[in-house]
């Protein structure tokens, strides 16, 4: 080695950001170990680096006694003086025996140690970027597919997207594609580990996050999602601002806002409720697009009881549940749908303003966008 070696370190330093001290120490350590394999030697060594000339020295260390039992180890207390008449009895001394062909030894070992050093390195400043991004979204290529993944390439590392988290209503191929939510970012031996998914619920809030500058700006909060990937979902947003509308901003002009978050997840309808503190006013809201006459609740258990209007019970339920369901999950509380009919049979007592047919219903001022979408925003 040489000082262009030396000037490789240092723009390797520059560049990726490893200390040349910690690699010429690195060196040093895996000279150690290759000279002992290459030499047949048990004796205990010191290599040295310059770290101006990059000139390469191996030291014998060896223990001054009176008399040596083992001379790989140990060195007469004479013969140490004529190295140094400083010595004394159980001191170490270093006797250079570095080999006539060692450089090209060293030369193969520091290229090694450099390549791993580099690798480690590059490996831990992806592991850095992308620990501090998890819970975020980002967009790769996929790259390829086998049982469990598909394989996207992120840029400067490959991350996995189990097919488990994959929308049933999507499929991808080679070179598409695709915004996917960090889940997981893991060191392992081959680097990091990135996972994926595409049907969290974090997904759903990062997209709105990215498509509404009132929520990115901290004016519109999303309280709440509850999702079900590829199907429906329902988000809960509130504004800190009472002349900002939180339905309408997420909505958008047109509908485009919420359009464009609608074509990423493939057509997944999207319901946009207002948040309330009110439970019962909350709980109504969930249950958008059906109209709600009533809604009891019992704060103990956390169960709300709700009156629908007949025309409007399978609606609030949804098919197979899904929208009942939905709000439950939106609300955190249980919810027992009932319709006015089935709660006038049980004697249920409604509120006033619902007695008559002509009954006032909570107000409808949340949005419901599906596919193709073009509602205009409501006042």
Avoid at 325 to 345: H, M, V
């Amino acid at each position: 080695m040489n000082t262009e070696f030396i000037d490789a370190l240092e723009q390797i330093e520059r560049e990726k950001g490893i200390s040349k001290d910690l690699l010429i120490e690195a060196i040093e350590a895996a000279l150690i170990s290759g000279y002992k394999r290459n030499f047949n030697s048990a004796q205990n060594v010191r290599v040295d680096v310059n770290r101006h000339t990059g000139l390469v020295k191996v030291y014998a260390r060896k223990t001054v006694v009176e008399e040596p039992t083992d001379p790989r180890l140990e060195i007469s207390l004479d013969a140490a003086e004529q190295i140094d008449p400083g010595f004394q009895i159980g001191d170490i001394a270093e006797i250079e025996v570095t080999p006539r062909d060692f450089g090209r030894i060293a030369a193969q070992t520091a290229k090694q140690v450099v390549t791993q050093r580099i690798r480690e390195a590059e490996r831990g400043m992806i592991y850095n970027t992308f620990v501090d991004r998890e819970y975020d979204i980002v967009t790769g290529i996929v790259q390829r597919q086998d049982n469990r993944f598909y394989y996207v390439d992120l840029g400067k590392v490959e991350a996995v997207l189990p097919l488990t988290e994959v929308m049933p209503t999507e499929k991808f191929t080679h070179n598409d594609r695709v915004k996917a939510y960090i889940t997981k970012v893991e060191k392992t031996t081959k680097g990091p580990q990135i996972m994926l998914s595409r049907t969290h619920p974090g997904l759903l809030k990062r997209l709105f996050e990215l498509e509404v500058p009132e929520i990115y700006e901290g004016v519109v909060e999303l309280k709440s999602v509850a999702r079900e990937a590829g199907y429906r979902s329902k988000i809960a947003v509130f504004s800190r601002n009472p002349e900002v509308d939180p339905v309408g901003s997420c909505v958008g002009p047109r509908g485009l806002r919420v359009q464009a978050i609608v074509n990423e997840l493939k057509g997944e309808k999207i319901d946009i409720v207002k948040w309330s503190e009110d439970p019962k006013e909350l709980v109504a809201n969930a249950l958008s697009p059906s109209k709600v006459v009533s809604v009891e609740t019992d704060e103990e258990n956390k169960v709300a009881r709700v009156v629908v209007p007949d025309y409007q019970l399978s609606l609030a339920i949804g098919k197979e549940g899904q929208n009942a369901r939905l709000a439950a999950k939106l609300t955190n509380w249980k919810i027992d749908i009932k319709s006015e009919s089935q709660a006038g049979e049980d004697g249920d007592v409604l509120p006033q303003h619902a007695a008559s047919s002509d009954h006032e219903e909570f107000a409808d001022e949340n949005y419901h966008a599906e596919a193709a979408d073009a509602e205009e925003v409501r006042d």
